[in-house]
């Protein structure tokens, strides 16, 4: 491991959590790693991002989705692809209008996660009818339909200015090349939608999965917290030992780091960014590549954290 990531990292948690207010740390964290793929100064870039999240609770107001204690995370993916708010806004209300005029499915949170992949991504609004065209595309049938992924994936892809055709051959191969390694599907369906933006060998897949399996079965919690989609994804890197190894001491780094005070799970989850981002995984594209997968874990985490917060101070008061 460079440790370049990790102590970039760090320097963009300071500046973030410097300006949040009680109870937004884990928020800060998310935002601070959403901010990887640009090189702007840290404290610039937070100044940029929370600048922008005022600008989309001026917008949104109080109930619009993304939830206000979102809006810093979707702000900073922003900021960090040198959109602005505007552009997020002009998306959002591009891809309703459209799919009010096309008919078809209703996008999840109101299209906020659609909106940010798009502008992220390189895209703008007058791309809505591509993006539904891939969205139509690539969907599952809706009994194994993961909707938000999908629609985040189809939001990149679009934003690419790919074709239909040429999304969904992406996606089919990444799909096919993760099976066969030997992934289990669940797993292959959701890392398919990480890998289909990347060049990968898929002769290299099957003996770096194998490799990561076996190599952290001592690291129950480092092993648990990223889950087999994360190993998918790393193993699409290729190197399994070198892969294993950097993830390893990255999470043995973020864990010893008292300042940070990370759970085990979220850690687990910011070693595999961060490892993948000292192998050159921090194009501009990145920061909205990781909305499909870490967008959904990001609320599950908070979520949690949330709860075992409540349920310590219950205890503590009963």
């Not at 884990?26 to 090189?39: E, N």
């Not at 985490?301 to 310590?312: E, F």
């Amino acid at each position: 491991m460079t440790g370049t990531a990790i102590e970039r990292y760090k320097a963009l948690d300071r500046a973030f959590v410097e300006r949040a207010g009680r109870g937004m740390k884990l928020y800060a964290q998310f935002s601070a790693l959403a901010s990887l793929s640009t090189d702007t100064d840290a404290a610039l870039q937070a100044e940029r991002a929370f600048a922008i999240r005022d600008q989309l609770n001026e917008g949104l107001g109080a109930w619009r989705s993304p939830a206000k204690s979102m809006r810093l995370v979707f702000a900073a993916a922003l900021a960090a692809s040198g959109r602005t708010s505007e552009h997020f806004f002009a998306a959002r209300a591009a891809l309703a209008e459209r799919r009010k005029a096309r008919g078809g499915r209703h996008l999840m949170h109101g299209g906020a996660c659609a909106a940010l992949a798009l502008v992220s991504s390189g895209g703008q609004g007058h791309q809505a009818d591509s993006f539904y065209d891939i969205l139509e595309a690539i969907a599952a049938p809706w009994w194994r339909r993961d909707a938000g992924r999908e629609e985040v994936v189809a939001a990149i892809f679009a934003g690419l200015g790919e074709t239909p055709d040429d999304a969904l051959r992406y996606l089919s191969s990444a799909r096919q090349s993760l099976r066969e390694a030997g992934i289990p599907k669940a797993a292959a369906e959701a890392a398919a939608c990480e890998i289909a933006f990347q060049k990968y060998d898929p002769e290299a897949i099957g003996p770096a999965w194998e490799s990561l399996t076996k190599g952290l079965r001592k690291h129950g919690a480092l092993r648990s917290g990223i889950g087999k989609t994360g190993l998918a994804v790393a193993a699409a890197h290729g190197n399994g030992p070198d892969i294993g190894k950097a993830l390893v001491q990255t999470y043995q780094a973020l864990k010893a780091d008292k300042s940070l005070r990370l759970s085990s799970d979220v850690a687990a989850k910011l070693a595999l960014r961060l490892t993948l981002a000292d192998r050159g995984d921090v194009a501009p594209i990145a920061a909205a590549r990781d909305l499909a997968a870490i967008l959904a874990a990001q609320t599950a985490m908070i979520v949690a954290a949330t709860s075992a917060t409540v349920a310590a101070t219950t205890v503590a008061t009963t």
